[in-house]
Each structure stands twice: as structure tokens, then as C-alpha cells.
């Protein structure tokens, strides 16, 4: 039997929930001396990311035919910063690999202008990305029900979190 984290913290089951509203009832849940700590944390975790939130919604209370995969159609603005980001990405490992093999102070230095560029690229690109995130959460409310909707801002999410965390990735590289 699947937890139900929506039980575990108390919550509505739906895709609309704000992290406030997560982060709220996880800690009024906690409180209780017999809490159950690692299911509170597990339905935290879960509830907290948009993307974890939906699967598990699907896996709870969607028909049959809205848990199979699909392919989802990207948008142009998503399409656009998956090439942005396709861009920048390997750009990136080649600065990261030459900084590895810099020898000298002067060779170093001579890379900061190209360091300082793209991580400026890429920090633009996850704004973008946060942005996008920020309105997909948003039309959440307005699509609630809709499992084929919710399916699809699902397979958006995953999206996202996996281009946000490569993001991350090369800027912790490239300090």
C-alpha cells in the first residue's frame, strides 16, 4: 500500500497546494509528540516538489488511462530554454575542463572573462527556468481534475527540476 501523503500531513489532494501550505502543516504535524518523523519527512519531500506532488496525485487517484506516459508536446518557450540550456551546457564543460587543466595563475586568469560570462548565460537561464516553474505552479488550480492537464504539467515539471539541477550543477563547477 502506497503512503498517502496528503493523509500524512493533513492536506487536500490536489495539485494546487502552495509551498507555504506544505511547509505549514508539516510543521503543525511535527509538533505532535507521536509524530511519525520519517513519514512526516517522506510526504514533506514528496508534497513540496510540484513535479513529486503530481505523480504521486496521478498515482492516487487518477483513472488508469491518465497514469500511462505520454509524450508531452513542449511549448516554444519550453523548447526554447531546453535549446538555451543546450547551448550553454557543453560551452560550459569545456570552460569547466580547461580550468581543471590551468597550470599557472596567468592562465587562470586569462579564463575568468569566460568564466564570468557563462555563468552569467547561465544564471539567466535558470531565472528563466524559475520563471517558468513559477507560472506553470500557478495554472495548477486552473487545470485541477484535468488528469490529462495534470499529466502533462507533471512531465513539465520533471523537465524543469532536471534542467534546473544541470544548472546548478555547472555553476557550483564553475566557481
Not at 516553474?133 to 488528469?147: D, F, K, Q, T, Y
Request: hydrophobic letters at 50%.
Amino acid at each position: 500500500m502506497t503512503m498517502n501523503a496528503f493523509d500524512v500531513l493533513g492536506l487536500p489532494q490536489q495539485a494546487a497546494l502552495s509551498e507555504e501550505a506544505v511547509r505549514v502543516a508539516y510543521f503543525e504535524k511535527s509538533k505532535s509528540a507521536d509524530a511519525d518523523r520519517a513519514a512526516l519527512n517522506a510526504a514533506f519531500e514528496l508534497l513540496l516538489a510540484p513535479d513529486k506532488r503530481l505523480r504521486h496525485l496521478i498515482d492516487l487517484a487518477a483513472p488508469e488511462d491518465a497514469k500511462q506516459w505520454r509524450t508531452v508536446t513542449m511549448s516554444d518557450d519550453l523548447m526554447s530554454l531546453f535549446m538555451n540550456l543546450g547551448k550553454a551546457r557543453p560551452e560550459a564543460e569545456a570552460l569547466i575542463e580547461r580550468r581543471s587543466k590551468a597550470q599557472t595563475a596567468l592562465s587562470k586568469a586569462l579564463l575568468e572573462g569566460q568564466t564570468f560570462a557563462t555563468r552569467e548565460t547561465l544564471e539567466e537561464i535558470g531565472t528563466a527556468l524559475d520563471a517558468k516553474r513559477s507560472e506553470l505552479e500557478s495554472s495548477l488550480a486552473a487545470i485541477e481534475g484535468n488528469w490529462q492537464g495534470l499529466a502533462a504539467a507533471q512531465a513539465r515539471f520533471a523537465y524543469l527540476a532536471k534542467w534546473q539541477a544541470q544548472v546548478r550543477e555547472l555553476l557550483l563547477k564553475l566557481m
